[in-house]
């Protein structure tokens, strides 16, 4: 049986370029360093090992570069290593939430301007949503070495430079305030927040990962499922963050059109919508999205009135 080189992605959004599936072959021809990791496995499909980081992080490089002519992209090690067609979707959808307010058409070009709250040292948000729409960014983070490293990859992406700014966050306990000034004027906000509270839960989630991909037991961690304390946990986690995000944004209202963020756990969705309302926001939706084996949301909001999303200047 001759192996297949990729299976359909159903879950993905109709406009990911990943939906079909991956085609090894042509992804190794643009970053041959891929090839080594490729193997076929009891289906007959072409793969790879998602638990080895070398791995993961060869197969990020080629569809970056297969799909957007991103080169030298790169992470350091033990951070996060981010999938690429779930941040993909995400991108998706919110150009369909941007179009709910532009009579329908996704707003496309330098006029679009998003913020995104903890870039990391992958600025993959930037990355795709520049690519794909060519939106501007400015990509925040309070860790120095991950700004450091998107401003080594924007070097070597002139385009991307030229669209993409980065700035740190000093103050850790602030999310908005030091970053959003009184001129400025954001078309949307995007977030994958930290969702532990602890650096013990962080390490017990990514053992379940583990676990949950090879059936087994094991108390060792896995590199790919890394990432500094700032990107996987904060104190309060998930819903301690996005509480203090949601407090905060009340405080920029007309500043942003909207208000964007992943929500991981469900369960936060009730407090958070609780949250929403007394600081009196407009309109707020949940948006689910399919994210790799797990279902993921991004929840968003806005203070302003419908007649006034039509009278956003896109």
Not at 31 to 50: A, G, K, R
Not at 236 to 245: I, S, V
């Amino acid at each position: 049986m001759k192996a297949t080189t990729s299976i359909l992605k159903t879950n993905l959004h109709p406009r990911n370029l990943d939906r079909e599936g991956y085609n090894f072959e042509q992804l190794s021809a643009v970053n041959p360093e891929l090839s080594q990791h490729v193997f076929v496995n009891e289906h007959q499909t072409q793969t790879i090992n998602f638990r080895d980081p070398l791995a993961v992080k060869a197969l990020n490089k080629a569809l970056l570069a297969f799909h957007f002519n991103i080169k030298n992209w790169d992470i350091p090690a033990q951070y996060l290593c981010p999938p690429i067609p779930g941040r993909a979707d995400y991108i998706h959808y919110l150009a369909d939430l941007l179009a709910s307010s532009n009579n329908g058409v996704i707003p496309e070009g330098d006029s679009v301007l998003g913020l995104d709250i903890g870039v990391g040292a992958n600025c993959i948000y930037p990355i795709l949503g520049n690519a794909t729409y060519d939106w501007n960014f400015v990509g925040t983070d309070i860790d120095l070495k991950a700004i450091e490293n998107c401003s080594s990859i924007l070097s070597d992406n002139p385009k991307l430079g030229e669209a993409i700014s980065l700035q740190q966050q000093t103050e850790s306990r602030f999310i908005f305030k030091n970053i959003i000034t009184p001129e400025d004027r954001f078309t949307f906000t995007i977030c994958n927040p930290p969702f532990h509270a602890s650096a013990d839960e962080a390490t017990k989630s990514s053992l379940r990962k583990v676990n949950t991909l090879e059936k087994s037991k094991t108390k060792e961690l896995v590199l790919n499922f890394g990432g500094q304390n700032a990107e996987l946990w904060c104190a309060g986690g998930e819903l301690g963050f996005l509480t203090q995000m949601i407090f905060e944004s009340a405080k920029y209202p007309m500043q942003c059109l909207w208000f964007t963020t992943l929500v991981s756990k469900k369960e936060n969705l009730y407090s958070l919508n609780k949250t929403l309302q007394k600081v009196s926001a407009v309109t707020v939706r949940t948006i689910d999205m399919a994210q790799g084996q797990k279902t993921s949301r991004i929840l968003a909001w806005t203070f302003h009135s419908e007649a006034q999303q039509k009278a956003w200047k896109f």
